[in-house]
Structures are given as structure tokens and as C-alpha cells.
């Protein structure tokens, strides 16, 4: 008998960098099908390795976990016509959600610690699948201490500002 298939959760860098930071990033490979996109994956392997807070990433560890997709120029076309929002966002987080958004729907994008990131994938109607790293490392069994922007609480208060600004 086989094992049931894994939840689908999309990451961004700043998910990536948090995860490892608070170590809950094998936990969560190890529990979801992990995936995203090659501008994360780029991003999330490079850095000013003598930066104050810099977060070491293993990347041969990264690419054995993680499945990683290229996005096309029909999918940031067809995303950034739904949204002037992407514009405002960095080339990780516009990619990501510019594929989540052309695909499977029942993936859930992990919230990134960005606010107008968060309010683009609310633009895409990717609000009811946004799932903190908070949650979902408490899924996993885990309970790290994550930056606020990382917390249940956080994605909701920018979720229903998001929806009252709509209104």
C-alpha cells in the first residue's frame, strides 16, 4: 500500500531563510511536497555571505527536497494583467505567484514576511490558500520561534486588511 500523497506548499525566500533559521526547514520538507520557483531558488542561494544575520543554506540539500519550477513569460504576463500589485514586489515573490496562480488549486503558497507580496497573492484570489510558516510548522510538530510577519496572526490582520481596503 502506497503512502497517500504529500500537500503541495509553495515557498518563497523569505519562508526558506525563516525555516532554516528557526530549524524547522527539515520538518518541513520532510512532511509537505515542497516546492518553487528558480528566481526563489536563486535568491534563496545567494546573499552576502558576511552580512550580519546571513542564514547558511545548504544548496545540494535544497535541490535534493525541493522541487523547482521555471517560470514563463505567459505565466508573469497573464498574472501581472490580473494585478498591478506584482510590479510592486520582488522578482522571487512576483514569480512564484504568478505560476501559483496558473496552476494547481489546491497548493497552498506559505505567507512570505512581505505585506505588498501578501496583498498581490490576495489580488490573484490566493487569499483562502496563504498559510503561515507558523501553522504549518505546527503541523509538522514543530513550534519555532518565527518573526512576527511569520505568525497566524500576522497573515490575518494583512489578509482583512487586504479585504476592507476591497470593500
Not at 504568478?98 to 496583498?119: E, F, I, V
Request: proline share 4%; with cysteine; glycine share 4%.
Amino acid at each position: 500500500m502506497s503512502n497517500p500523497p504529500r500537500q503541495i506548499v509553495y515557498v518563497d525566500t523569505n519562508v526558506v531563510i525563516e525555516s532554516v533559521a528557526t530549524r524547522c526547514w527539515a520538518a518541513l520538507v520532510n512532511r509537505f511536497d515542497v516546492r518553487t520557483v528558480a528566481e526563489v531558488r536563486r535568491e534563496a542561494q545567494s546573499g552576502r555571505r558576511q552580512g550580519k544575520g546571513y542564514v547558511p543554506l545548504d544548496a545540494g540539500q535544497f535541490d535534493k527536497n525541493v522541487r523547482v519550477f521555471e517560470v514563463t513569460d505567459v505565466e508573469l504576463a497573464a498574472a501581472t494583467l490580473r494585478t498591478p500589485l506584482l510590479s510592486r514586489i520582488d522578482a522571487g515573490e512576483r514569480h512564484l505567484l504568478a505560476h501559483m496562480s496558473a496552476l494547481d488549486k489546491n497548493s497552498l503558497p506559505l505567507t512570505t514576511g512581505d505585506r505588498a507580496a501578501l496583498r498581490a497573492a490576495c489580488a490573484l484570489g490566493l487569499d483562502d490558500r496563504l498559510r503561515s510558516l507558523e501553522e504549518l510548522a505546527h503541523h509538522c510538530g514543530q513550534k519555532p520561534t518565527v518573526q512576527e510577519w511569520f505568525t497566524r496572526k500576522w497573515l490575518s490582520k494583512v489578509k482583512t486588511e487586504y479585504l476592507l481596503d476591497a470593500i
